[in-house]
Structure formats: C-alpha cells, structure tokens
C-alpha cells in the first residue's frame, strides 16, 4: 500500500511541475542534437530497429533556451528530426512509426470509405506524416494498426501485415515481430506510455488467458487498396475495451518499479522514455501468468 501511495504521489507531482513549466516559460523546441547525443548515450546504436511515438507539440514547446532549431517551422523541424533518427541507425538499421489513418473504423465502415495506404494521411501526427510520405518509405496496407517503417528491415516487418487478421495487432503482426526482435527499442519522444501501442501484443495473442473480455465478439468488415492496387475487403475485431487516461503510464511505473526495463531520459520538461521492445514483451507476459494485466489496475496499483 506505502508503494502505491508513493507512485501516485511522484506520478503526480510530475505532471504538476511539468505543467507550470509550460505555463510560466517561454517555449523553445528542444534541439534535435541534443536528442541525439541522447540516445547515443543511451544505446541507441548502427542496425537497430526504433519503433518512434511522437509528439511534435511537445517537442517544440520545451522549457529549452533559445538553440539552432528555434527558427525552424514545424515541417523543417519535423524533417530535419526524421533525418536525425535515420543517421543514428544508420543504413543497415530501420525506423517504424504508427500512422494509424482512421479514427472511428465503425463510421468508416457505415461511411462506405476505402482506407488507401497511398493516400489516407496519417492521423498520428505531423512527423509521422512526413515520414509516410518519403518516397523511401514502406506503409502497411491494413487500415487499422497501421505502420510505416523506413530501413533494412521495412518491408519484411510490415509486407505480411493482412496474415495477422483478424487480430492487426497480435501474431503475424508487424507489432509482433518488432516485439520478439532482440535489437528492436521504442522510442517516446515527447510522449508518454499511454501511447505504447506495442504494449497491447499480448492482449491480441494471448486474448484468452486473461481474467475478462478485450475484443468485440462480433467482427467488422473494412474495405482497402492493397499493395496490388485492388479493392479488398478485411474482417476485423475491435477492441472492446479502451485504457483510461493515464493508465498505460501508471501501468508502465508499476512494471519499472519490478523489472527496471525502462529508461526514463526527461529533459526540459519533455518526457522522452526508451526501452527494449522484447524486454517489455517477456515482462509483460510474466505479469499475465500471474494474473496481472493493465487494464485492471485493481491487480497492480
């Protein structure tokens, strides 16, 4: 019970400080140098596949002095962040980004739309919408889940996304794959783990081992245009129940406080996490044969 207390209250004298910050300071983005002396420092390295959240708000709102990128505009610096990422990997690594393109998959099925990786932006985001549409860049062609990585390893992790169906989440996923790479790390770069989509994998895979219903009973039917320029049909459960806001971010402390698999690398009031993508799987997965799962914080809080 004193463990619980303690990390509502530090959880939330975090967010308290980090809003009067914002509130009281003159707002700069952080330089993008300065992320990438980071995640050198940090283990970022040549061939390593990075899955990125981002938020470009945050990022160009810090409590950073004025620096290099102060003058840039959004899609400068938005640009300028993606080229920075693929340097670090480098040519024999590989970026992912989320550029999930429908909010409400049920108005878009009544809608009668067609989900067209070419063309339906992505709602993630400005970065991630640059990054889908660099001519290098390889999009998922599965209209929900969707991903877009850029890299060595682009085209094998995403291609096959449609065998995942009817779960684009769970196994045969480009989210599985990422899981069990033993060199994949997730970056949050001015998010925090409410945005972890790929903490969700094991809720598809292992649906049935847990203590209640995640998914819809019932699927739903989405049309899009595959990678052969046809118009396909896809049936699809949705998940049934949503995390609350802050939820995955207080799951994510409880899960640190255990396994110490998260690095949390906040800086002028920014939060910027990063971690091993199969570390949190196999941890995640320990945690569910002991009946603990983060949509019930009952079992963990």
Known sequence: MKNKNLRKINYYIKITIHKFKNFFFKKKPIEINYIKKLLIENGVKKGDTLLIHSSLKTLMNSNSRQNQD?????????????NMLSTVVGDKGTILMPTEGIKDPLRFMYGNRIFDFRHTPSLRGLITEIFRRNKNSYRSDMPVMNLTGRGKLAKRIIIDHKLAAPYLIGKNSPWEKISKLSNAKVLLLG???????IMRVPEAIFRNSYKGPIWFDKKIQLSYVDYNLKKKKINIYLRAIHHGKNQLERFACYLQDKYKIYKYLDSYGIPIRLYNAND??????KELKKGVWPIDANYWE
């Open 280 to 285: 949190q799987y196999k941890v995640l997965i």
């Open 191 to 197: 998010c925090n783990f409410d945005t972890n989509s």
């Open 70 to 82: 102060s003058k840039l505009s959004p899609f400068e610096y938005s640009n300028k962040l993606i």
